[in-house]
């Protein structure tokens, strides 16, 4: 990066738009350097070159004053030569020690870390997994580094992007060969129930990587390619019989069933259910940028890469507003490719106008608003650690005050405002057909939080078994029970006079209405729009789901069905064995 800067007799001297930024950016580049005078920049720069590229690749700064921007230097551009820049490999003892750790093992497990993808070694990587018949996890930045439907994929892991199997893989390893990974807080949960019992591998081209978060049973200092080759051979040299089949063809087997729901049919629209239309909506060469928050989240979670680079987050940094100007560069970088970004509806206000650059210079892209009128991720953190929220509902975004699609019409975009699932699914295609930068604002459930957990054995759900809710009337009051998410362990109520509803979470409006044979179960999501389910009161079965356009029901009697006070008791025993099966292994 090169920035300027005021003249070099003007420093110190406070000038108009003048910073130390070399000083202020050492603790986030690899080196900065404030260069003044004009004759070093030759050499400055052949040390940025090599400094950039050796070891983890990073920034490197280059603060120029004026007066050296403007200076005349003598400079053989046929003599230059750059620094060569030489990686690292492990050692023979190394790599035996490697074989010999795996040897001994029962359930060992590959990590495929973001140094991996950087090096571009992902094929390699799976190499070595076959030859030892053992599951990949995938790092969030390595996401898409091995195909879906590779039987060794076991996706990824962590506490808030990761996924039931691979946190499920995980925990049942007693080996971890974690390749070009740096086992990041957000990976890695709490230590003590990540590292467990298990041993751990680490190979990293970056020698402070090593033990920096705790110390590893074997550190390597290489770079992942040439480890990956190097330790492959060994394999094949040794003989190495692969670990049996019976791990994989158990993994495979619980594949579908950890997998989290995503096809809701909701109004307004889950935001799960966003990143399913997204996942049948784009082909596998697309590329999707993701920035920080709940959306960002989510979209770790649910989006289904097949192809390394193709999903392209800002990592550890964390950056709210980089999904946009991310999306417009790597378009520019493989215009042959559709790029798409999801971003919430906070991120779109933080950096949105970069859509202007992108329809000025006909880079088209596509921006997925997940407009759910919230700072989620804060909402989320607030209610978790004080139990309130503050300064995080933004109701603007979906009640008109603010209109995305007049804002993107106003930078030379197309846009529309889309509230159904099959509205998101049409509109993605007109989006993609446009040719032209197209914004779809999805308006989404409010208050839905993401699965997240402190530790990657307790990752708690927050969404709602398929029958959260089962009321029915009983003479003046009102009976609900709520179904916990994990068990059929019932929660209840009585509403009436002096009888305040108990264990009922506050957030939501629990409403019940009797007609014609059955019981309507819903709760307020949104203040237009309610959700509804029946219940046949005959049997206990769930009969279907409906969108009712108004917040409030109001408690009726059918004489046929309930003139008065009735026994239950057989009702809710057939409910609870419709639960049970309704539940089957739905995580």
Known sequence: AITGQANTWQLDKDPFQCVNIAEICKTITKKAYCVTDAAELPGILRQAFHLMRTGKPGPVLLDLPLDVQQAEIDFNIDAYEPLPVEKPCATDAEIAEVVKMLSEAKAPILIMGGGVTLSESESALIDVAEALNVPIIQTYMAKGGVPLAHRLNAGHMGIQVGQPLGNRMFLDSDLVLAVGCRFSDRHTGGIAVYRGERKFIHVDIERTQIGKVFQPDLGVVSDAGLFLKKLLGALKAAEFKPFPDARIEAMNAMRASMERKTDYDDCPIMPHRVFHEVNRGFDSDTMFTAGCGITQIWGGQLQKIDKPMRYLPSGGAGTLGYEIPAAFGAKVAHPERTSVTVVGDFGFTFLGEEIAVSAVYGKPIIVVILNNAYLGLIRQNQKGAYGFEYAVDMPYNQDGRIDYVKVAEGFGCLAERVFTPDDLRSAIQRAKASGRTYVIDAVCVQKQLCDMGNTIDAIKSFLETDIPVFGICLGHQLLALAIDAKTTKLK???????????????????????????????????????????????????????????????VQYHPEVCPGPMDTSYLFDKFIENIEKSKGGAQ
């Open 492 to 554: 209840y109520g009585h509403r009436g006079v002096n009888h305040p509803v108990k264990d009922i979470d506050a957030d939501r409006t629990y409403i019940t209405s009797q007609n014609h044979g059955y019981a309507v179960v819903g709760e307020s999501v949104d203040p237009r729009i309610a959700r509804v389910r029946y219940v046949n009161l005959n049997d206990g079965t769930v009969e279907g789901l409906e969108h009712i356009g108004r917040p409030v029901f109001t």
